[in-house]
């Protein structure tokens, strides 16, 4: 199936034409409510307070987003999906203008927890797929239904769906899915090895040879931190190190982990590490 060639779309396909299909519908095992696919290159931002009637299920094929679904913080890069529970809060942002593209589908009926839970699949989760073919093809498999409309279109859209979650499964369980980490050592070792020095989120995505939203969500997804809270940590790490087992100055121990200004350095540290600089001091030093 091919994706809008342009920048800003959003398509939909509804079960009942003309409405948006934002309800929960449990006399039925499984219902498709509507599904499409949404490419925007510009900033955006998106919450629902209230949340949804049915479910959610979002596939990114380009980009990156941050998102939020019952209270959970996520982010999202290529290739990676995501279930928002019904009545909860959620919402979505790209703050970079970058190309986005993203497949949805919305679902509801009386079977959906056991059919998720049968394929260990949660909600306010992301799943990072290894790889997500199948689930486009199923992805395209319910829109193409939706928009010809043969006779029994929604039984068989419901068991597209039923596959899209085992393919989803599937994808999370292949052996051989690489570590994000694998793909950043370059930049991960310079890191560790030169904290203390001034570093540019350019300079470390050029060492991957990625671009710097590319770089920030791999990292991300490697870590669980972003480039600049991963540098925040080392350098704390190392400041408390310093404080424990040597007789520097709190201002000549901020220098040496990379701040030259003490007093930020001090509220950082305070900050993360749950004491001032001064109250880490292993030994006392003369004169205090």
Excluded at 41 to 59: A, W
Excluded at 63 to 79: F, K
Excluded at 159 to 183: G, M, S, V, W, Y
Excluded at 227 to 234: F, M, T
Aim: proline letters at 6%; charged letters at 20%; one cysteine or more.
């Amino acid at each position: 199936m091919n994706w809008p060639n342009t920048n800003t779309a959003n398509i939909g396909y509804y079960r009942v034409e003309g409405s948006i299909c934002n309800e929960e519908d449990l006399t039925q095992r499984l219902l498709v409510n509507c599904c499409g696919v949404t490419v925007i290159s510009k900033p955006f931002r998106t919450f629902n307070p209230q949340g949804r009637h049915d479910f959610y299920l979002m596939l990114l094929l380009e980009g990156a987003l941050d998102a939020v679904a019952d209270d959970t913080s996520l982010h999202l890069s290529s290739g990676d999906a995501v279930i928002y529970p019904p009545n909860r809060a959620y919402g979505y942002q790209l703050t970079e203008p970058e190309r986005m593209v993203y497949l949805w589908v919305h679902f509801t009926g009386y079977a959906v927890p056991a059919l998720l839970q049968n394929c260990r699949l949660d909600t306010a989760r992301v799943y990072h797929l290894n790889d997500s073919k199948e689930a486009q093809q199923d992805f395209e498999a319910i829109q193409r239904l939706f928009l010809s409309r043969p006779p029994f279109f929604l039984e068989e859209s419901s068991i597209r769906l039923e596959l899209l979650f085992t393919h989803i499964a599937r994808a999370l369980n292949t052996p051989e899915q690489p570590r994000p980490a694998d793909r950043l050592q370059t930049s991960l070792r310079y890191l560790n090895l030169h904290y203390a020095e001034t570093l540019h989120l350019e300079e470390l995505a050029g060492m991957e040879f990625l671009s710097p939203s590319r770089y920030s969500a791999l990292f991300r997804r490697a870590t669980g931190l972003s480039p600049q809270q991963y540098l925040i940590r080392l350098r704390l790490k190392a400041a408390q190190e310093l404080l424990s087992n040597t007789d520097l100055s709190v201002a000549e121990v901020a220098r040496s982990v990379g701040y030259d200004d003490a007093l930020y350095f001090s509220r950082l540290y305070h900050r993360h590490m749950g004491q001032t600089p001064s109250a880490a001091h292993k030994r006392p030093r003369d004169g205090r």
